[in-house]
């Protein structure tokens, strides 16, 4: 069934606005394109991450939804996990597209598993086993098949158990620190060399993040599943 909205959904950014980035183009398109499948109100706010504060909850407490969006490295890196944190306890409804994917892990490492020093390679050259690195080649304007796992949240969203998803992104999740993916947190979507490329969370009404940009779809008019999925979640959450 189809939510039916009463009061606007409201859906918080966290990340820079850039016009010039693909994805913050699409990302209002593929809010829109939902709200309207599901006949819902959906509005949105752009938290640039240096104006959140240190505690960026007092800001977000409103949202329905947080949508960590892509941009990395962000002007603040501690606001911009403080938010996926917020977002993963008290539980809102969350998504993370490729920067948001990358630091939804750093987040879950340190605040879920107190693994203090789980680092970003981009952030800090210098983080002797990192926990995010460069991908092998990266995927910059790239499109590729993903193997979604039967009865995930991902692949409920798209009916599916492939998916083709378009690429800007040099950074994923080492394969030698896939020991992460535990007490809740899983692979959920992997692709042709089975590096991991999305996580949910088991136990959250809606913690989804992928390395690909599922919203550029909408720049083709097409309804991004996983964005209709996050929306009614959030609606239903509401």
Known sequence: MQ????????????????AGVTAHRAIPLALQLAGADLGVDVRFTWHHTAQLGPQPERVLAGSAGIWCVPGSPYASTAAALSAIQFARVQP???????????????????GALGIVGAAHAELDGNAPDPLITPLSCALVEQAGEVSLVPGSLLATAYDATTAVE????????APDHEGILRDGLRAVARDSEGQVRAVELDGHPFFVATSFQPERAALAGTTPPVVRAFVRAAAEGR
């Open 3 to 18: 939510p039916r909205s009463v009061r606007p959904v409201e859906i918080a950014l966290v990340g820079d606005y850039d």
């Open 92 to 110: 809102r409804a969350f998504l993370g597209t490729c920067g948001g994917f990358q630091h939804a892990l750093v987040e879950y490492a340190q």
């Open 166 to 173: 378009e690429y800007h992104c040099r950074f994923g999740l």
